[in-house]
């Protein structure tokens, strides 16, 4: 099984719409979870960090649900800007490394 | 708003050749990181950097992999002999202690082998 498991996509939707990505991963140790940004052949860069209660910046909500091992983020009224691959990444401790463990990323396309 | 940078943007080599990449991390940051991308493949952690020597080092991590902090701002990425599989994307990432544990990742250094 993979760590880092999410569905690749890519997501074709108008503007305004939601849209909700969904990852799961395998390691229950996990402590600190994560959806990063990545641009076209650009670094990853920090969207959100996900929190058990869930919690939300603007148009994005993210949720996690530590018994399922599942995490989500929601975007509302989807923008043009929006496009990109959205990696879901958890952050293992048990090394005390913080090494992060990405999926392969779930690609949104919005169209006009 | 401080960044962390890298040098090459792009570097192109010969197989066999010894590169170094370069990373300047963000200055009052202590845990130091590379990860790697292979085109159309997911980020890959390769070794993690704290106290002035690697806390975890991954399988991709050979023999042909070093790390080093020559001085106080640098932060460097040795292959001794690259192999045509090492083409990929470097990032850099440094994190500061406490807070969201966030890491802040460098934009990257293309490595080509030809």
């Known amino acids: 099984r993979k760590e880092v498991e999410q569905d690749p996509g890519p997501f074709n939707v108008p503007e305004g719409a939601t849209v909700a990505f969904n990852c799961t991963y395998s390691?229950?140790?996990?402590?600190?979870f994560f959806w990063y940004r990545q641009d076209c052949r650009k670094e990853p860069k920090l969207l959100m960090s996900?929190?058990?209660s869930g919690n939300e910046d603007g148009r994005f909500t993210a949720q996690l649900n530590r018994a399922s091992q599942y995490i989500s983020l929601l975007i509302r009224d989807s923008k043009l800007s929006d496009s990109a691959t959205y990696l879901c990444?958890?952050?293992?401790?048990?090394?005390?490394?913080?090494?992060?463990?990405f999926g392969q990323g779930t690609t949104l396309q919005v169209k006009p | 708003e401080p960044e962390v940078t890298q040098t090459p943007s792009h570097q192109v080599t010969q197989m066999g050749q010894e590169v170094i990449l370069r990373c300047v991390p963000i200055?009052?940051?202590?845990?130091f990181y590379w990860y790697r991308q292979i085109l159309g493949q997911k980020v890959e952690f390769l070794v993690s950097?704290?106290?002035?020597?690697?806390?975890?080092k991954s399988e991709i991590f050979d023999d042909q992999f070093s790390v080093e902090r020559p001085d106080g701002s640098n932060f460097t990425l040795k292959i001794r002999s690259t192999k045509l599989e090492d083409s990929a994307m470097y990032f850099c990432?440094?994190?500061?202690?406490?807070?969201?544990?966030?890491?802040?990742f460098g934009p990257g250094t293309r490595l080509t082998v030809l």
């Open positions: 990432a440094s994190r500061g202690l406490g807070g969201t544990n966030e890491q802040f």
């Open positions: 390691n229950s140790a996990s402590q600190s």
């Open positions: 200055s009052n940051h202590l845990y």
């Open positions: 950097f704290y106290n002035n020597e690697i806390s975890e």
């Open positions: 996900v929190y058990s």
């Open positions: 990444v958890v952050n293992s401790y048990s090394s005390n490394t913080g090494k992060l463990i």
